[in-house]
């Protein structure tokens, strides 16, 4: 070091270079800051290395799992130095041929060393009489799984386990237990213990919401969590209905050409709203089935208009497209041309078109009925069918006797409730008939064939119909089960209800028909369409 030319302006050290302003040990820091980085794994000021991009320290990894090494020696951390130490003296046993420690007493490893716990000798099971091995109660394995107590006694676990057991949890029990079999009860209570012991809070409305699976279905489980929340008043139903119908909509919308979808899409919500306000306001709103056909009738158009007039824009249909769409199933043509009204109305309004193509379209049939019936003999051949012939299942006498002699639709049946049968006047209450309707005794005796068909079963469903899908909860059967219930006599429930429909009106008073069935007095003059009394002709 030379002679010092002036003072460090960071120490106030010599500094004995001219063209320096530190000291030199001020020099080295600096140098030594200069080179350093911070390291992206510990954070720290550190002279990162190339090849990793990490100090030193962080870069002594192991190889085998990633933690850091503190020793430069060592390729493994502490734990897998660990874990190699124990495979190292591992040999293969030669009983069960795994990799473990030998013994020396037995050779082999410690799972097969110890000795086996002794299994409790059979004992004769005190339900079925037979020597089998015990699970509980005294009960043998088959038995125990069959033991109607097992859900009661499921459910008074799951209470000792909660911290804060709900109210309600008795009767869930009680109510599982006398509506479903035992292992689908225990299932039950199984599912219902898992969400009570989670984070989330434990609200009858909030179970019912993390119970739904997704999907169409939302499970049976939350079926019966549903259908036990709004007996006992503790939630509302669920929309299960409202999503299956909005899937339904978005299946119909989404078949639709891909250049004509958005005019479609936009008609759905417009619709759509229009049923919100209607609900609101207390009108009679479309219904869903109202709204799915109506899409499904534009899904057609739209697929007729690509495939057959090579047309991708609503605005190039004219009136000689919708009529030759209209005659593609003549017999829908009124039906169809009401939609197509309705979508090219709200198309003229959402400026898509110019000119409504259904505008002039007229669609004139008769009214008169025209749909088919039974002949004579044929009601006879399904009377005797339902009343003397035992395979017949209970079901379809049902719905076929009070069809055939009442002239019952299948949606009056499937209504009726067991609540609604009168036995002492042997008659029940079907639809908004304002009367009761009188049984004769062949329609009596199928009614309570049906009944003692839906006592065999462990239900609380309050429909006389009940179902292998509907046994466990209150709702009615569905639909699809009632419009394929007549199947095997070959005849439809509507072809049924309109031949009774048809000799009552043309034997008596159309508006006395119309006042028992609770029907609009203009809805029994369809069927007077081609009949003439035969006193008011001249006489020849």
């Known amino acids: 070091m030379g002679k010092k030319q002036r003072d460090c302006v960071t120490c106030g050290g010599p500094v004995g270079y001219l063209d320096r302003q530190h000291c030199c040990l001020c020099w080295r820091r600096m140098k030594e800051e200069a080179a350093k980085a911070p390291c992206p794994a510990c954070g720290l000021d550190r002279v990162l290395q190339d090849d990793t991009g990490r100090c030193i320290t962080c870069s002594r990894v192991c190889k085998e799992c990633g933690h850091p090494v503190r020793s430069p020696k060592n390729q493994l951390c502490r734990e897998c130095r660990r874990k190699a130490g124990q495979l190292a003296g591992q040999r293969t046993c030669p009983r069960c041929g795994r990799l473990g420690h030998l013994r020396e007493k037995t050779g082999w490893c410690g799972h097969c060393s110890r000795p086996r716990p002794e ?8 339900e079925c009489g037979q020597l089998r091995r015990h699970s509980g109660l005294g009960l043998c394995s088959a038995c125990w799984q069959r033991h109607p107590g097992r859900p009661f006694v ?10 804060d057991p709900p109210g309600w949890l008795a009767d869930f029990v009680a109510q599982v237990a006398a509506g479903h079999c035992v292992a689908r009860a225990c299932g039950f209570i199984t599912d219902l213990g898992r969400l009570l012991e989670d984070e989330h809070s434990n609200s009858p409305r909030a179970l019912l919401e993390r119970s739904r699976r997704p999907g169409r279905s939302m499970g049976s489980f939350a079926r019966a969590l549903e259908d036990f929340f709004t007996l006992h008043g503790l939630a509302l139903p669920t929309d299960q209905a409202e999503r299956l119908a909005s899937g339904r909509r978005h299946r119909r919308v989404e078949a639709v050409p891909e250049t004509l979808r958005p005019a479609v899409a936009a008609f759905d919500v417009f619709r759509m ?3 919100d ?4 306001a207390g009108t009679r709103p479309r219904s869903n089935h109202t709204l799915e056909a109506a899409l499904a009738t534009m899904r057609d158009l739209a697929i007729f208009l690509i495939d057959e007039r090579y047309k991708t824009d609503w605005s190039l249909v004219d009136v000689h497209d919708i009529e030759a769409f209209l005659a593609v199933l003549p017999r829908a043509r009124k039906r169809r041309l009401t939609v197509l009204r309705q979508f090219f109305r709200f198309a003229r309004a959402q400026k898509l078109v110019l000119v409504d193509p259904t505008r002039g379209l007229i669609a004139k049939e008769a009214n008169g009925f025209r749909g088919q019936t039974l002949t004579l003999d044929q009601q006879r051949e399904l009377f005797r069918r339902w009343t003397t012939e035992e395979h017949v299942h209970p079901h379809e006498a049902l719905v076929g006797m009070l069809a055939l002699l009442h002239g019952a639709s299948s949606s009056e049946v499937r209504l009726l409730q067991v609540t609604e ?5 042997q008659s029940i209450r079907l639809g908004k008939r304002p009367h009761p309707v009188p049984m004769d005794p062949a329609s009596w005796t199928v009614l309570q064939r049906c009944l003692a068909h839906r006592d065999a079963w462990p239900t609380e469903n309050p429909y006389v119909m009940v179902t292998k899908g509907t046994k466990a909860g209150r709702s009615p059967a569905s639909t699809a089960y009632l419009s394929h219930i007549l199947d095997d006599c070959g005849s439809p429930p509507r072809m049924i209800r309109s031949t009774r429909l048809v000799d009552l009106v043309n ?6 028909v119309a006042a028992a069935f609770g029907m609009d007095s203009q809805a029994t003059l369809i069927y007077l ?3 003439v009394d035969a006193g ?3 006489a020849p």
């Open 119 to 126: 299994k409790h000798p059979p004992r004769i099971c005190r």
């Open 154 to 163: 499921r459910g008074e676990h799951l209470r000792e386990r909660l911290a």
């Open 273 to 275: 709203r229009a049923q």
């Open 277 to 280: 306000r209607a609900r609101r």
């Open 421 to 425: 049968v009168d036995h002492l006047a």
């Open 507 to 512: 034997t008596m008073d159309p508006k006395l």
């Open 529 to 531: 369409a081609d009949h």
């Open 536 to 538: 008011r002709l001249p």
